[in-house]
């Protein structure tokens, strides 16, 4: 089995900043791809972040710059610094993992998520 636990979210004035974290735990044979999407309510939910396993990172253009997707592979853990926050980012942030996992008995493959983290920016 596999987890994936956000931490980090929370309540920031419009023009700060968040980080969040989120640990994948378990069964892990190898983690590659790992990215944040948001879902604001009664929208879609969308790309933020990704970032590969080389470190390769990719953003949706509404980042404009202001967030950084990072990951520290020996602790399968991805982060996402957000700067100069805006009210309309406001949204539960979910991490996803492309993940390697089993055991002796078994591999196999799991496109893993989590249960999010609520984002709010607001005066």
């Known amino acids: 089995q596999v987890q994936l636990v956000e931490s980090g979210g929370g309540l920031v004035q419009p023009g700060g900043s968040l980080r969040l974290s989120c640990v994948a735990s378990?069964?892990?044979?190898?983690?590659?791809?790992m990215g944040w999407y948001r879902q604001a309510p009664g929208k879609q939910r969308e790309l933020v972040a990704r970032?590969?396993?080389?470190?390769?990172?990719n953003y949706a253009n509404f980042v404009e710059g202001r967030f950084t997707i990072s990951r520290d592979n020996a602790k399968n853990t991805v982060y996402l610094q957000m700067n100069s926050l805006k009210p309309e980012d406001t949204a539960v942030y979910y991490c996803?993992?492309?993940?390697?996992?089993?055991?002796?008995?078994?591999?196999?493959?799991?496109?893993?998520w989590g249960q999010g983290t609520l984002v709010t920016v607001s005066s």
């Open positions: 996803n993992a492309y993940i390697l996992m089993g055991n002796s008995d078994y591999v196999k493959t799991l496109d893993a």
């Open positions: 378990g069964s892990i044979l190898r983690v590659f791809d």
């Open positions: 970032i590969a396993s080389d470190s390769n990172t």
